[in-house]
């Protein structure tokens, strides 16, 4: 089973510390969301375990951590300036504000027409009730940039005092860390003496004004993405494309999200990024409560053919059919000259691009399961991933007024820690201790009884069967990595 709705694990969430709302004693921030004890450990295995899939385990892969503020010429050429935005709609009658394509799915949708040309689809007003008063009475749509502002240096204190500002001294703060590494194309390449293909792998936050966050951590404005630019000769893109969907789609199987709520979605052409050939989606059932199937399904990750537009838009070189350069402003260029054939062109990029975020909500969606024990009691069991349970070990002491246990308890979970995250809890009874742990996903519960005294030996309680071993303390290290092994520690 999985969770039945993001709801159920909100309140799981908040009640044992994986995600609080934030700056909630000053009324909370719309749709921002604060990393609790638990929260941090799991969102730090997501990272850790892609970091070392991508990175660590393959051979054609470098990391890089870019500015999260870039020069703002960046964004001009990326196109987000221009076009990095959302149509929106107001509804004179009460002042509401919506996304126009999410009232009329078909609003900025393209339509072939015969003969080969394109047009843009208009908004349907006629025929949209405004969700919030029910009237038919609105702005036309207008674009709003999600990139978020702000201004550098000290003399945009000033500016602001003066209410404007030195137009130099506008900056974004990232909506994407793509950008980061293929300004960095010939520093790394430089650098590391790569030749294609080769990737450049980064994890970091990004941020975008979003026009509707909501659904929890699915869509905020501050979040983390774990991209990779994976750069390939121009005729090489397209098989390149279909390994990553591949590799990516089965890693997220990997770390134990069930297939069954996995599905790729082929973006259709009039969906596609200005800059993409293909792109395909991995989603994830975010919403099993919704009637229309279709609807149960949401993005978790995209993997683009960026084709050659990135390293083209930023380099020097290029120019338009009067021989003007299309780019004035960069100091490089950004081609690759190959050795073998003794050719220079502009690498395509293959983008795997996944969120930090989305894929821990998967994790804890998927991971949710219910189970009634003897006294006809349900109980939440997170069965995570070994590898992504935020602690893999907790000890436990029977007796918690009685000296020797919990110093033996004590020593133990000391002897764990440098091997694995091991907590050592004695605020309840055994009972109470052991649903906490099943709760947040602890694969095994080490306890410490008058017996143990005696035999050396702990009980060790399997979180999924919940079934127990007695072990002997010389051996419970080697026990531990075993049961975890290989990828958990
Ligand atoms: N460089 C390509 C790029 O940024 P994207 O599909 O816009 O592509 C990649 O973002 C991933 O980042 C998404 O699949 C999603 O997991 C995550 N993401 C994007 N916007 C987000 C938001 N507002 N909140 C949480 N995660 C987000």
């Not at 080769?198 to 979040?223: H, L, M």
């Not at 795997?352 to 189970?371: F, H, I, Q």
């Not at 109980?379 to 009685?402: F, G």
């Not at 605020?427 to 742990?437: E, N, P, S, V």
């Amino acid at each position: 089973m999985s969770a039945p709705s993001i709801e159920t694990i909100v309140s799981l969430a908040k009640r044992r510390g994986f995600v609080y709302p934030s700056s909630e004693i000053y009324g909370g921030l719309g749709s921002a969301w604060d990393y609790g004890p638990l929260g941090v450990e799991l969102a730090n295995n997501v990272r850790q375990a892609w970091w070392r899939w991508m990175v660590y385990e393959r051979d054609d892969i470098e990391g890089l951590d870019s500015s999260i503020i870039l020069n703002r010429l960046v964004w001009k050429y990326s196109g987000h300036e221009e076009t990095f935005s959302d149509p929106l709609v107001d509804c004179r009658e009460c002042n509401s504000r919506f996304r126009a394509d999410k009232l009329d799915p078909e609003y900025g949708r393209t339509e072939e027409m015969a003969g080969g040309t394109m047009t843009f689809l208009e908004f349907h007003g006629d025929v949209i009730d405004c969700p919030n008063c029910g009237k038919r009475n609105w702005t036309t749509p207008r674009p709003f940039n999600l990139m978020f502002q702000t201004h550098v240096g000290a003399a945009a204190e000033i500016d602001a005092a003066l209410g404007e500002y030195e137009p130099s001294s506008l900056v974004y703060l990232r909506p994407e860390t793509a950008q980061g590494i293929f300004i960095n194309f010939n520093n790394v390449l430089n650098t590391s003496r790569r030749k294609l293909p080769f990737g450049v792998a980064q994890i970091g936050k990004s941020f975008r004004n979003e026009v509707t966050p909501g659904n929890f951590i699915f869509r905020t404005r501050e979040f983390e993405q774990m991209e990779m630019e994976y750069f390939v000769r121009p005729g090489e893109d397209e098989q390149a494309h279909q390994e990553w969907i591949d590799a990516c789609h089965q890693w997220f199987i990997n770390i134990g999200i069930s297939p069954d709520n996995l599905r790729l979605y082929e973006q259709p052409k009039e969906e596609l990024a200005h800059y993409a050939k293909r792109t395909v989606d991995i989603q994830y059932r975010y919403f099993p409560e919704r009637e229309d199937e279709e609807r149960n399904w949401d993005e978790l990750m995209g993997i683009a053919n960026r084709t050659d537009f990135d390293l083209r838009t930023h380099s020097k070189k290029p120019e338009d059919a009067e021989g003007k350069r299309l780019n004035p402003d960069s100091t490089e260029d950004l081609s690759y000259f190959d050795e073998q054939t003794k050719q220079r062109f502009y690498p395509y990029v293959i983008e795997p691009a996944a969120g930090v975020n989305r894929t821990v909500l998967a994790l804890l969606m998927d991971a949710y399961s219910e189970k009634t024990n003897d006294k006809g009691e349900t109980r939440v069991i997170l069965k995570l991933h070994y590898s992504m349970a935020p602690i893999k070990v907790a000890v436990l002491p029977l007796a918690k007024n009685k000296p020797e246990i919990v110093g033996m308890a004590k020593a133990i979970k000391r002897s764990l820690q440098p091997l694995v995250r091991a907590v050592y809890d004695d605020t309840g009874g055994i009972g109470k201790l052991y649903a906490r742990q099943d709760e947040i996903g602890t694969p095994f519960c080490v306890t410490v009884d008058h017996q143990s005294l005696e035999d050396e030996a702990v009980t060790v309680r399997d979180r999924d069967t919940w079934e127990q071993e007695r072990v002997k303390v010389s051996d419970l290290s080697a026990y531990i990595r075993e049961r975890l092994s290989p990828l958990a520690v």
